[in-house]
Each structure stands twice: as structure tokens, then as C-alpha cells.
């Protein structure tokens, strides 16, 4: 007889939860989650779960495990046991990070389930912002445009990134009570900024990461919320970007842009793909596939994701000046003021 079973995977970065069905013949055994994905800028950070049978209909947080020990192993003896700090999350007690192009090895250990591991690495990136340019502006407009151009060295070996642009802006919500328009935080974005669509004439983006390297996905647009690529147009070498697009002009916030360019792991790639097209086929239900895409692990013995990734963050003005985000009081009080120009 076949049972369907549910495995949650916690996700450390995002918070976002995601179930996937598999069909496990002979009776299920529960078998431990987990899931980092770590960067240089964060500290080491895990959480440890274990799966359920999707008739359970167990909440997120009785499937966390809170007796695990949880090793990060890295090159010239490096060791670090995470301490827990939340039901189930574990991290550094030592303030250590990942650092560029090292690979770590975790291991995880708790009665009554075999021992866990993965490996992985945040990998090296080397990025240069070349030209920031503003176009002329319509003094009747509230957007100017500019051109962005980036450059990119490509290391050998098959290599997956994605773009990102944001703008610094105040989010305009009104108050019922006193009857005006302050400025908040959109909770559907980065603190204090919006992300923005930009434009590229670039063959190797896409707008979706699952159609990253497939020919049988259509490319529609030049326009992208997020460009995700591949080397295969320019592996091993040094390639350079052109993207434009237009920002907001607010009354007393001049035009403050971040610019983020992550590189990925293979595992944390295949990953974060094969989450997005199991999402699709629940969502929209595909006639042909029959079953779901299976979300990838590269946890030994267990499910989940060990997997890094690192990321360059530009930030400039209109002028293509850098910028600091204590000094613009990004992540503090609120910005203001509201009202566009």
C-alpha cells in the first residue's frame, strides 16, 4: 500500500515553508530535516526538524527538535558546535561566518536517527560596478531613467547567479484617525526599499529561474523583477552588463539604489528550482507531468538543504556615488517624507 507523506523543509533564510509529497511504499520512518543557507554576511545559522506523514497535519513548530548536536567543519581544523538560541534553530555562539570559496562540511546528530550530513560552499564572486548614468529627465516626469553596467568574472566550471535592483523609498500608508499619509515600511519588501523592474538586452537572463538553461521555456520579455543566468554563454570568462530602468522621484529622498549580484552554489541552484517548479505543478496543476518535480536534497541521510551563496551589494546615487545605510538611516526610524515629487 502507498502513503503519501509530507516533509516540511524549514527555510533559515526566507522563513517560508514548503511541502512536498513522496510516495514511500513499505510504511513511512520519519527522517531529520535540515536547512542552512549561509552566506559571508550572515552568521552560521540551522535549523533542525524532522519529517511527518502529510496525514499528521503536524504544526511547523512541533516538528522542529530541540536535543540536536550541530557541527560546522571547515578547512586548517576549524570546528564550531552551534548552540540553540530559538525551539529547533541553532547558531554560532563565537560570531563565526562562512567565508568565500571554503567548503564546510555539517553534521548532525540526534537519538534515534542516523547521523546527517552535507557539504557545501559560499561561492567566490568577483564583481565590478563599471558606469552609473542618468538620463536626461522630464521635469513633468516623477521617474528618471538611467543605464547601469556591470562586470562579471566568471570562474570555471558551471556557475548560476541572479540580479537584483532596489530603490531606497518610503512606503505612503493612510491613517485612518488623523486623516493623513505617513511613512511606514512595506512588509512585502526589503526594509526601506522597493524593488525595482529594469530592463537588459542581455541573451543569458531570465526572469524565472526555472527557465535558466532550458530551451523548452519561453523567453518573452527583456524586462526583469529578477535576472537569474547561467554561464553557459560565457563560461571562464570576463563579461560585462547593461541594464537600464527608471526610479521614483520623492520630494526630500534623493535617488538611492542598491544593486545585488549573487552567486550561487549547484546545490542551492538546483534547490531553489526545483522548490519553484514543485510550487508550480501544486499551484497549477500540469497535464502531461503527472507527478511533482521531487525537491532536491544533498543531505546525507536525511532531507533538507546545506547549501551557500554569496553576494556582491552595490549601493549609489543618482551621481554613482556609494553610499552607507547608517548614514541615510536605512533600518532605523522611519524615512520621510512621504509625498512624491
Known amino acids: 500500500m502507498r502513503e503519501w507523506v509530507a516533509i516540511l523543509l524549514f527555510a533559515a533564510v526566507c522563513g517560508c515553508e514548503t511541502v512536498v509529497d513522496l510516495e514511500v511504499p513499505g510504511g513511512y520512518q520519519s527522517q531529520l530535516v535540515v536547512e542552512s543557507k549561509f552566506s559571508p554576511d550572515s552568521l552560521w545559522r540551522v535549523e533542525i526538524g524532522r519529517s511527518a506523514p502529510l496525514?499528521?497535519?503536524?504544526?511547523?513548530?512541533?516538528?522542529?527538535?530541540?536535543?540536536?548536536?550541530?557541527?560546522?567543519?571547515?578547512?586548517?581544523?576549524?570546528?564550531?558546535?552551534?548552540?540553540?538560541?530559538?525551539?529547533?534553530?541553532?547558531?554560532?555562539?563565537?560570531?563565526?561566518?562562512?567565508?568565500?570559496?571554503?567548503?564546510?562540511?555539517?553534521?548532525?546528530?540526534?537519538?534515534?536517527?542516523?547521523?546527517?550530513?552535507?557539504?557545501?560552499?559560499?561561492?567566490?564572486?568577483?564583481?565590478?560596478?563599471?558606469?552609473?548614468?542618468?538620463?536626461?529627465?522630464?521635469?513633468?516626469?516623477?521617474t528618471e531613467s538611467y543605464e547601469i553596467r556591470l562586470r562579471l568574472e566568471d570562474r570555471t566550471g558551471k556557475n548560476y547567479y541572479r540580479l537584483v535592483l532596489f530603490q531606497v523609498a518610503p512606503f505612503c500608508r493612510h491613517d485612518e484617525v488623523l486623516g493623513s499619509r505617513r511613512i511606514g515600511d512595506d512588509p512585502s519588501y526589503t526594509r526601506d526599499y522597493s524593488r525595482l523592474t529594469f530592463q537588459?538586452?542581455?541573451p543569458s537572463f531570465r526572469d524565472y529561474i526555472e527557465a535558466v538553461d532550458d530551451p523548452t521555456v519561453p523567453d518573452f520579455e527583456n524586462e526583469f523583477w529578477s535576472a537569474y543566468f547561467s554561464d553557459q554563454l560565457f563560461e571562464s570568462t570576463t563579461k560585462e552588463f547593461a541594464i537600464t530602468f527608471e526610479a521614483d522621484a520623492f520630494e526630500a529622498i534623493g535617488p538611492h539604489f542598491m544593486l545585488v549580484l549573487t552567486a550561487f552554489s549547484d546545490d542551492l541552484f538546483v534547490y531553489e528550482r526545483s522548490v519553484t517548479l514543485h510550487d508550480l505543478f501544486v499551484g497549477i496543476p500540469n497535464i502531461i507531468q503527472r507527478n511533482p518535480v521531487k525537491v532536491h536534497t544533498n543531505i546525507q541521510n536525511g532531507l533538507g538543504i546545506f547549501a551557500g551563496y554569496t553576494a556582491d551589494t552595490y549601493r549609489f546615487d543618482e551621481d554613482g556615488n556609494e553610499w552607507k545605510e547608517d548614514v541615510l538611516g536605512i533600518g532605523g526610524d522611519e524615512l520621510e517624507p512621504c509625498k512624491q515629487q
Open 55 to 142: 496525514k499528521d497535519a503536524a504544526m511547523r513548530n512541533e516538528l522542529m527538535i530541540s536535543d540536536a548536536m550541530v557541527v560546522i567543519l571547515g578547512e586548517n581544523n576549524f570546528r564550531d558546535t552551534l548552540r540553540q538560541i530559538a525551539h529547533g534553530v541553532y547558531q554560532t555562539a563565537y560570531g563565526y561566518q562562512p567565508e568565500r570559496g571554503t567548503v564546510y562540511r555539517i553534521q548532525v546528530n540526534v537519538d534515534g536517527y542516523p547521523q546527517t550530513a552535507a557539504s557545501s560552499q559560499a561561492p567566490p564572486l568577483q564583481s565590478d560596478l563599471l558606469k552609473v548614468e542618468r538620463f536626461a529627465i522630464d521635469n513633468s516626469s516623477a
Open 200 to 202: 537588459s538586452s542581455s
